[in-house]
């Protein structure tokens, strides 16, 4: 008998997860070190997931380096030498190749791998998931560890197929490649093309930003850390893992406890002036209630206004960096260096297409609406993700009866009960993403809270004889109201931002606010209740 080909291949386990960042390595390494046969299936053709994929120029996390890192175990933090304040993209995946190098996980991922599709066998209690080179796999368990921004949004530039030059999306950017001399466009102001265009004008001969809608960008006072303080930072991270764990974003932040007008203008000034020179996401600690009262938001959007014209020679180009449609923090908060500094330079021109609309693109670059033309070597697309529920619904995914994920949630709005699991799709449990904390807070800590939750889970499923677990309809609905109504306490909904935290930011996504805005601690909370309570608003069998 001939041999039978891989692309024709069945492999069998107990749980199947689909990504390897930050929460499929967690994911393999503790379901695995609980006897659980465990197998990780990875699009890329190594770890890091959204750290492997993002390698633009000027890539950076806006939580700081000490924090945005494993606190499972003792030995790797104390190990493991962060060099700056912030994390640069290459040194966030060298640290996650270093885990899985360091915990043998690579012997249990199958890298290169792309599911095409999932399928629940409701007789057999299985879930049956097809690779796109012809791979199966069968697993009682299917934990979607795919990341909220792993898909980005397709195209909807006028004429853009027009263009005959180079292509390039920060998103999958060529290794090393830095532009030098060219003349190059980028379309795309938000957290990805704040760090982008300030690294590219080092570098390119000439560059155009075209911007549909301007951002708060916060500076990142990113700096070498100080020497003893790692050491310092290592010595207390028991006591500042903790504070991670107890502070709603999921990371320690000094936050001022007095709201902005419990104070005069002098205070409330130099409060943010404080914050500014700071710098990071601690500037949104300025005071308890920029994200519940519109007066304090319009302060601090005029702070950072001020700061624009303080910054920014040209007037015009001033203005039209200024948001004004939505509060500050409605779409998230850009944290970037030098980013306003930029537009002082003098290869480096803002087209603003709210003022100068954008008619097409042509074959060497576009045209404006009133008859202006750039040209242009290459064109690089910062233009976002389909964050959220992209990597579900580019999947077949089919549950009971063969319910398309995709269909359903492409026409109610992607729904789950507590962030884990969406009623039809027994045993598929979704990890830190829509309906949970996950881009509000400091998505390592979301994460490792999900997976300790599943991993007990998992056992109490072994211990007590079950094999299916699914979330019941109705507490999906109380849910999703939950989160819509948290939301709606916040100024998140506010304005005109296009936020992709309610899918505004693609034509004919059904808009429903998808992150927990209560925060890791609220939401632990209930999710521990759920679990307390024989894992209420699921169906156990």
Not at 286 to 309: G, P, R, Y
Not at 373 to 380: A, I, N, Q, S
Request: aromatic share 10%; glycine share 10%.
């Amino acid at each position: 008998m001939p041999d039978t080909p891989a692309t024709t291949s069945v492999t069998d386990y107990e749980v199947l997860v689909v990504g390897a960042g930050f929460s499929g390595l967690y994911l393999l390494h503790r379901l695995r070190a609980e006897g659980h046969r465990v197998h990780v299936v990875e699009q890329a053709p190594e770890v890091g997931g959204t750290w492997y994929w993002n390698r633009y120029p000027g890539a950076r996390c806006d939580v700081e380096s000490v924090d945005y890192s494993y606190s499972w175990d003792n030995d790797l933090q104390q190990e493991w030498d962060w060099t700056e304040k912030y994390p640069a993209q290459g040194d966030i995946l060298a640290y996650l190749k270093h885990v899985a190098d360091r915990f043998d996980l690579r012997k249990d991922i199958d890298f290169d791998t792309t599911l095409t599709g999932a399928e629940w066998d409701e007789s057999q209690g299985l879930w049956t998931a097809t690779a796109a080179d012809g791979r199966v796999y069968r697993a009682r368990y299917l934990l979607m560890a795919v990341g909220c921004l792993s898909v980005p949004k397709d195209i909807d530039l006028p004429g853009f197929d027009n263009f005959e030059g180079r292509v390039l999306r920060t998103y999958d950017w060529p290794e090393g490649e830095h532009l030098t001399g060219q003349r190059v466009g980028v379309v795309g102001t938000g957290s990805t093309g704040a760090q982008v265009i300030p690294a590219l004008a080092e570098t390119v001969g000439d560059l155009t930003v075209v911007q549909r809608t301007p951002n708060f960008v916060i500076p990142t006072r990113n700096r070498p850390l100080h020497d003893g303080e790692l050491e310092g930072i290592k010595a207390d991270y028991p006591d500042r893992r903790v504070r991670n764990r107890t502070h709603a974003a999921g990371v320690f932040r000094n936050d001022n406890p007095k709201n902005a007008f419990e104070v005069d203008a002098e205070e409330r000034r130099s409060t943010f002036q404080e914050r500014w020179e700071g710098g990071g996401i601690n500037f949104l600690g300025s005071f308890a209630d920029l994200m519940f009262d519109q007066a304090a938001n319009d302060a601090v959007a005029e702070f950072v206004h001020t700061k624009i014209d303080e910054i920014v020679d040209d007037p015009e180009t001033a203005g039209s960096l200024k948001p004004k449609s939505y509060p500050l923090g409605a779409k998230r908060p850009v944290v970037a260096t030098d980013y306003y500094e930029t537009y002082n330079r003098d290869n480096v021109h803002l087209v603003d297409v709210k003022k100068r609309p954008l008619d097409t693109f042509t074959e060497k670059g576009f045209r404006l609406a009133d008859g202006t033309e750039y040209e242009l070597d290459t064109m690089v697309l910062a233009t976002g993700f389909d964050a959220f529920t992209g990597p579900f619904t580019k999947m077949d995914i089919r549950g009971t009866e063969g319910r398309s994920l995709a269909e359903t949630w492409n026409r109610d709005g992607a729904k789950t009960h507590l962030g884990l699991g969406t009623a039809g799709f027994p045993n598929m449990i979704i990890v830190a993403s829509v309906g949970s904390p996950s881009v509000l807070a400091n998505m390592v800590t979301a994460i490792e809270q999900h997976v300790e939750w599943i991993s007990r889970l998992l056992d109490t499923m072994r211990e007590e004889g079950y094999t299916t677990i699914e979330a019941q309809e109705p507490a999906q609905e109380a849910w999703v109201q939950t989160v819509e109504d948290v939301a709606a306490m916040t100024l998140w909904p506010n304005g005109d931002s296009g936020s992709w935290y309610r899918g505004a930011n693609i034509d004919g996504k059904v808009q429903i606010f998808m992150p927990y805005a209560a925060g890791i601690v609220e939401y632990g909370n209930a999710i521990d209740k759920s679990a307390a309570n024989n894992y209420e608003g699921f169906t156990l069998s």
